[in-house]
Structures are given as C-alpha cells and as structure tokens.
C-alpha cells in the first residue's frame, strides 16, 4: 500500500488539530495509508528507501533544512503547513492571515474602543500578515493610530497599558501570550473587559480556560488546512484536478468569552435578555417579545439594558443574527434566502448587502470556500 508520510508535532495543539482533515481527505478518496514520523526517522526513511514515499505533508521551518534538501533531492510531492515559512519550492497551505486581522479588528470596533494595539512579532511572515489585515481594517473605519507591541517585551506592554486609553483593545496574533499578557493587565488594575478588551488565537482551551479571565479568540479551521494539503498533495501526485484552489483558509468565528465580552453584566434583566438573544432556538426574536418574555415594558428593559452593558438591545439582536447566519452559511446546505429568513431577514437582497458589511464577503462568496468533492484517487 501506498503511504503519505507526515511531519506533524504529536504535542502541538494545532498539529492534532490539522490531522483529522488530513485523514479524512485521504481515507475518502484515495486508498493510501498514512504514517507519521519524527524528522530524523523521516531522513533516514528518505536515504534508505525513498520509493516508500509517495508523499510528504509536513511543518517544513527553518531548522528543516535537511528534510527539505531531502525532499526535492527524491522528488518527494511535499507540502508545506507551516504558516510562518513560505517555501519557493515547496507549496503551501495556511490561514488566511491577512483576514484572521481583519476579523480580530471588526471584532474590537463593535466594541467602540478608543485605543487599539497588536501584540506580536512581526518579523515572523504569518505575523506580520496578520498585523497587516487588522491595521488596514482600522485604517478604514477612521482609526489613524495602531501600535505594536513586541510579545517578549513587558515593559512595552506595561507603557502601552498605562498610555492607554481606555476602552482599549488589543488583539495577541500568536497564541499562548495572551494569557500573560491578561495577567499583567490585571496586575496593573485593569478592569477587563471593560478598561481593556483582548481577543487572541487558536481558541485552544488550555490557554482560553485557564487564564485568569477566559479568552475570547478566534477560532482557526485547522481540520481544512489539513483537508486542502492532502488535497494539494493529490493533484500534484495524480495530475488531477484540485477542488479546492485557494491555499488560504479562512477563519470559522470569533469565540466570545468574557475578556472581549461587554454584555457580561450584573444586571439580571439584562443578563436573561442576553440568554434569550442568544438562545439558538430564537432566531426572530424581537424586543419587544423580550419585554414580555420577561414581563417588563420595552422602555424598562431597553433603560437597563444599555446602562449595562453600553449597547441597544435591538443592535446585539442583529450582531448575534449575524454572527449566527455566519455559521450557517458554512455548517448547513440551507439557501442563503431561508438562512436569511430564518435570522428574520426576508429580503434576500437586503440580508447579503448586510452579511458582507459585517464579514466583508457576501455569504455566497464564503460558502464557495468550502471543500466540494473530488473524484476516487489509487
């Protein structure tokens, strides 16, 4: 049998997370096997008996300079998953880093931030995309002044932090910093999310759950970076055509947890309004059904409401409609007319113009992204 090898770190969050798409791929629709293998055991295979390889999906950095050698030297179909290393020989598939920006950026302006910030380094290439996607959707809706912060420096941090603002918002492009960065935050007495709003990456629940104040993020679809590469993979190996072209994979969501959530509040009305709007079986919920709901005239509930949380009741119903229609665009074969009907929104018309201001794509052009289905491969 047939064998793709992988290059992928057992301990890594985002290489566990990458491997199911891989094998469903390849179990679907080729009748190859997969193994995985530590470099040196792979160097070794690829000197002693290349003819085993029948290809190579792998992180391929820096510090992989033999392996590459080795792979284009045996003509090895190889492809690169690695986000922050872009190979001229080698192809490869990663996230959309230029959106992951912009979608971490929308996020914090809903949020009416005065201040805003990106901590990273940007001398890493997935990095700096993604510093370039959110400073340039802040320089569209007016924001003149963004400033970096270096992850390793905290005493960068700690002026920012203290030059601030506030409302301020920070967005941590690389994951595991975001927790010692809400840390310090805390230590410096801000109030989060209400001083400082932060939203991070990966959405990987050992670093959102265990910080001291659970992490909103942006949820990644690795399983389709996995997906696209043996894809990828295929196409070069069989000469047939791929289904899915874009070697960019757009981000699924943002996960709100509490550190960018301002809807969190002590305030019971508000808090069982917010459970309504957000319960999955309200997807045409008004205001007005809410104040009865819960036994209040509108004019209470929309009172206490914006004292609590800083919004109207009426635009946290549309940003969850939205937020919700995003996810069904992408999880269910519905039209975009009864997704749209569903949330409230007959006018189909009317419904794509408000899904692309929000998400900055029509919910047609969003559902073309995902994977369609290629022919059987030996």
């Not at 310090?184 to 050992?206: K, M, Q, S």
């Not at 909103?216 to 190996?237: N, W």
């Not at 409401?305 to 999880?331: C, D, L, N, P, W």
Request: hydrophobic share 35%; with cysteine.
């Amino acid at each position: 049998m047939k064998t793709i090898y992988l290059g992928l770190g057992e301990e890594r969050y985002w290489s566990r997370s990458i491997l199911p798409g891989i094998s469903q791929y390849v179990r679907s629709f080729t009748s190859m096997s997969l193994k995985n293998l530590k470099t040196e055991d792979m160097l070794h295979l690829l000197k002693e008996r290349s003819d085993l390889v029948s290809g190579f999906i792998g992180e391929i950095g820096p510090e992989d300079h033999s392996l590459k050698q080795a792979l284009l030297l045996n003509k090895v179909c190889s492809v690169n998953i690695r986000g922050d290393q872009h190979h001229r020989e080698l192809p490869t598939i990663t996230h959309d880093n230029l959106r992951i920006g912009a979608m971490a950026a929308e996020h914090l302006l809903n949020l009416n931030i005065k201040h805003f910030g990106f901590a990273g380094n940007i001398n890493l290439t997935h990095i700096k995309e993604r510093w370039e996607g959110y400073r340039s959707a802040l320089m569209q809706a007016g924001v003149t002044c963004v400033e970096k912060i270096a992850e390793d420096d905290p005493e960068c941090l700690t002026r920012w932090l203290k030059n601030s603002s506030k409302p301020a918002g920070l967005f941590c492009a690389k994951s595991r910093i975001e927790t010692s960065i809400c840390e310090r935050a805390i230590g410096l007495g801000f109030t989060i999310p209400n001083d400082l709003a932060l939203i991070g990456i990966g959405d990987n629940p050992f670093h959102c759950e265990l910080s001291p104040i659970p992490l909103s993020t942006i949820e990644l679809d690795y399983p389709e970076v996995g997906y696209r590469a043996a894809d990828l993979l295929c196409s070069m190996k069989f000469n047939t055509p791929r289904q899915c072209s874009d070697g960019r994979v757009a981000p699924i969501k943002i996960v709100t947890r509490q550190s960018s959530d301002r809807l969190a509040t002590s305030d019971v009305l508000a808090q069982e309004a917010i459970r309504l709007i957000r319960s999955p079986s309200q997807g045409r919920i008004m205001v007005d059904e809410i104040a009865r709901v819960l036994n209040v005239s509108r004019r209470t509930l929309e009172t206490r409401f914006k004292k609590a949380t800083g919004s109207t009741v009426y635009h946290v119903i549309h940003r969850e409609r939205m937020q919700r229609a995003y996810e069904m665009v992408q999880t269910r074969n519905q039209t975009i007319r009864s997704i749209g009907e569903w949330i409230g929104i007959s006018d189909t018309k009317r419904f794509i113009a408000l899904f692309k201001k929000e998400f900055g794509q029509t919910p047609g052009r969003l559902r073309s992204e995902r994977r369609g289905h290629p022919t059987q491969m030996s």
